[in-house]
């Protein structure tokens, strides 16, 4: 069972860490229904205890003749486990539409599939911190903030200074 | 002249002794002498002759006995009227030299009185140069003492200027580190409310594609491949 077979099921509904997570649950628990006797038990199962659209890839597959069910699922986890991560900090808390954008900029650049592993980091104030395999990339404001406060702290100072002054003399 | 007198009177007793004795001497020569005559003249069978010879030696024996007799009481009488003459002339003799002895002693003292009548000035014109070497030295000390102390002081003083100059920056440094880290919270805040979830969605797309231009996201295997 090639990684062919199983692009365009599963592993297409995973893009960030997290749903990673949760798909590598139901997996777990589709693969002890297995062992469990009769059909209606894994109906049951795919009705139940995973996310509809989980169930209707699943469901999907197994009612393809000759599928082996239990090593498809043992594929898409390692597949999942073997996926790049890509940790993306950010400074506001992005809808869907905005990780989709984001993991098809990188999935292109990458040319591969990719778990986003987004934290939610105010103090960066906007940008992004990018680390993928090892590397670190710092593209926030902060940094750049940083920069110009240390650039213009003296400047920024004295300003200060007067405008105390200022308050003082009024007093 | 008393000690003359005195080893005359030694050297002439010595005589009589010597004299004394050479009579003694004399007389055993003679009993010997005359011994062996006796026997000479027993041998010779000769009673007569050794009777006259015992008769003569016994008469000078008498003689002999006599003369030392006289001898030894001459010599005491020599000595009984010397020993007043010498008593005298001892007493003579530590007479003189108790005067001389006197003398002596009085012009020691005289000289003593004198050495230490001379000796205050000594001690005076010593002492006086000792007080002043001696005041030089704690004058030189109590400056050198003084110079000591300022240069302490002035020390401690630019040590502990220096301390509160020091304190004073570290201070100042602290308020302008308070001031713009307060000066940066307050505009990251103002900044973060001012930007909306497009524009930070545009940043970080911008984000990505610089870190696309930069290879961030090259595999290590497709980095060497470009390489």
């Keep these: 069972m090639g990684k062919a077979m199983v692009s365009d099921g599963l592993l297409q509904s995973v893009k960030t860490k997290r749903q ?77 539409g905005a990780v989709e954008r984001f993991y098809s900029e990188i999935s292109e650049t990458t040319g591969k599939q990719v778990l986003l592993d987004i934290v939610y980091e105010p103090q960066i104030i906007g940008g ?24 213009g702290r003296n400047k920024i100072l004295n300003m200060a200074k007067e405008r105390q002054a200022n308050v003082n003399i009024k007093h | 002249m008393d000690t003359a007198l005195l080893y005359i009177t030694v050297l002439v007793a010595s005589a009589l002794v010597l004299l004394l004795i050479g009579l003694v001497v004399a007389y055993l020569r003679l009993v010997g002498k005359t011994m062996s005559l ?16 015992q008769a003569k030696a016994q008469k000078m024996i008498e003689d002999a006995r006599v003369q ?35 003398e002596s002693l009085r012009l020691v003292q005289n000289e003593s009185i004198k050495m230490l009548s001379n000796v205050p000035k000594d ?26 102390a300022k240069a302490q002081v002035d020390d401690a003083y630019k040590r502990a200027e220096a301390e509160v100059q020091n304190y ?13 880290s307060i000066l940066e919270e307050v505009s990251r805040k103002v900044l973060a409310k001012q930007i909306s979830h497009d524009e930070h969605e545009k940043l970080v797309m911008k984000a990505l594609e610089e870190a696309k231009e930069q290879h961030v996201f090259f595999e290590e295997q497709e980095e060497e491949k470009t390489v």
Excluded: C, H, W
């Design chain 1, 20 to 96: 990673a997570g949760i798909l590598l649950e139901e997996i777990e628990i589709i693969r002890k229904g297995l062992f469990e006797a009769g059909e209606g038990a894994m109906n049951s199962l795919l009705k139940n205890k995973v996310r509809v659209e989980t169930a209707e890839i699943v469901r999907e597959t197994f009612s393809k003749v000759g599928v082996d069910k239990k090593g498809y699922l043992d594929k898409v986890e390692e597949l999942i486990i073997k996926m790049p991560n890509v940790s993306l900090i950010l400074a506001f808390e992005p809808s869907e």
């Design chain 2, 168 to 180: 004073k920056l570290q201070r100042l440094k602290q308020i302008d580190d308070s001031i713009i």
């Design chain 2, 68 to 102: 030392a007799q006289q001898v030894i009481s001459g010599a005491q009488i020599f000595s009984s009227n010397q020993v007043t003459v010498l008593e005298k002339e001892i007493q003579n003799a530590n007479r003189v030299n108790s005067a001389k002895f006197e």
């Design chain 1, 128 to 151: 992004a911190v990018i680390i993928f395999n090892g590397r670190y990339r710092d593209y926030s404001f902060k940094k750049i903030f940083k920069l110009e406060f240390e650039r």
């Design chain 2, 38 to 53: 006796k026997e000479e003249r027993k041998r010779e069978s000769g009673l007569a002759t050794i009777e006259q010879a």
């Design chain 2, 123 to 148: 001690v005076s014109a010593t002492l006086s140069a000792q007080l002043v070497n001696i005041r030089a030295t704690i004058q030189a000390e109590i400056e050198k003492a003084s110079k000591d």
